[in-house]
């Protein structure tokens, strides 16, 4: 159950990262992006490293997304390549 | 040349997936990065600092000075996010201020500086995009918001036993307040915290790490060697380091807190501070 679990979330990762580079839409790229880092969080915690896990969980998923999203707010939408 | 530098970059992950092969499986006891300090640390850390959380006493004691840096890392992003987005130019045509009667939803724009407040007569200040009035989200805010707060003061003091520490808590006091400014405003967040204050925070602390690290120096141990303040605090040395760990991560978490706010502050509005996100 647990390699399962691992697996899952791995595949989900490398869905979200090819997802963040690829995507056109900026937004769906931070909010892809804030995916990810969550995703990062649930193996560094399956990994019994608690306190990176709570460190990317507030910081990669939470304050990071609000600050790409700002930006993006202030920049624009698309991207030009 | 884009097939070159696919080929290029698919060579240098098989190289690194390659390299890979070749490292300790996780989590063995006889990897090199477990065999130096990491049994000191585990054996002896409760008995020499009393804090029962290993990753705590490493981070904020032990390997002190990595953690102070770093610190001092994240006041220079507040302090180059500041110097690169601040504008402090008036713009020529001043907007006015934009007031919505809730009940009614009408919208008044007081034109070039008129003071009024309005704000405790069914109005709220809005910004000039005119967003419609969004009960959902300012209801929510409000009832979130002080647990966010209470929690992050939670881990931060509990850093010592649990997960979580002054980076973690200072991030989620941060987060409290980019919660304001999202459902409310982000002039109603800059009245509640002001950006002077903020900018004070951050430099404060840092401050306190590093004056808890000198506070050491004069009463003549090493540099960040909590257990010397003993007689200050007076309790024995082994519960003045747990105590000094706890003053630095308040300090941490200050300086984080405010360096978070300033940094959604100054991307937000594009450094002008008065209409955002």
């Not at chain 1, 595949?11 to 995703?39: E, H, P, Q, R, W």
């Not at chain 2, 990491?38 to 004691?61: I, Q, W």
């Not at chain 2, 881990?155 to 649990?162: E, M, Q």
């Amino acid at each position: 159950m647990h390699w399962s679990i691992d697996f899952i979330i791995l595949l989900l990762i490398i869905i979200c990262a090819l997802g963040a580079i690829s995507v056109k839409d900026l937004l769906g790229t931070a909010i892809l992006f804030g995916a990810y880092s969550f995703m990062m969080c649930l193996l560094w915690a399956i990994m019994g490293a608690v306190d990176v896990a709570f460190t990317e969980a507030t910081v990669g998923a939470g304050v990071s997304t609000v600050f790409f999203v700002a930006a993006i707010f202030r920049t624009t939408r698309r991207t030009k390549d | 040349m884009k097939k070159l530098a696919l080929v290029v970059v698919f060579l240098c992950g098989a190289v690194l997936l390659y390299a890979t092969s070749e490292f300790p499986r996780w989590g063995d006891p006889n990897s090199p990065a477990s065999l130096h300090v990491s049994p000191h640390y585990l054996k002896y850390s409760v008995e020499e600092t009393d804090v029962p959380n290993v990753v705590t006493s490493v981070v904020a004691d032990y390997r002190g000075f990595d953690t102070m840096f770093e610190t001092s890392v994240i006041f220079c992003a507040g302090l180059a996010c500041f110097l690169l987005l601040r504008i402090y130019k008036k713009e020529e045509e001043e907007q006015g201020v934009y007031y919505r009667h809730i009940p009614t939803g009408v919208v008044l724009h007081f034109r070039d500086g008129s003071k009024v407040d309005l704000r405790d007569r069914d109005f709220e200040l809005i910004d000039s995009k005119l967003v419609p009035y969004d009960l959902i989200m300012k209801t929510m805010g409000k009832i979130l918001i002080p647990f966010i707060q209470l929690y992050g003061l939670y881990v931060i003091a509990h850093g010592d036993f649990s997960p979580g520490g002054g980076f973690q808590g200072g991030v989620v006091l941060g987060a409290a307040i980019i919660l304001l400014a999202i459902t409310f405003n982000l002039k109603i967040a800059g009245q509640k915290i002001n950006e002077k204050v903020l900018g004070v925070l951050s430099a404060v602390g840092v401050f306190i790490y590093s004056g808890i690290g000198s506070l050491c120096l004069l009463l003549k141990g090493h540099f960040l060697d909590y257990g010397k303040l003993a007689p200050l605090l007076g309790v024995d040395p082994v519960k003045a380091r747990a105590l000094g760990m706890l003053g630095v991560e308040i300090g941490v978490g200050i300086t984080v807190m405010s360096v978070m706010v300033i940094i959604y502050f100054n991307i937000a509005s594009a450094g002008k501070h008065d209409e955002g996100l």
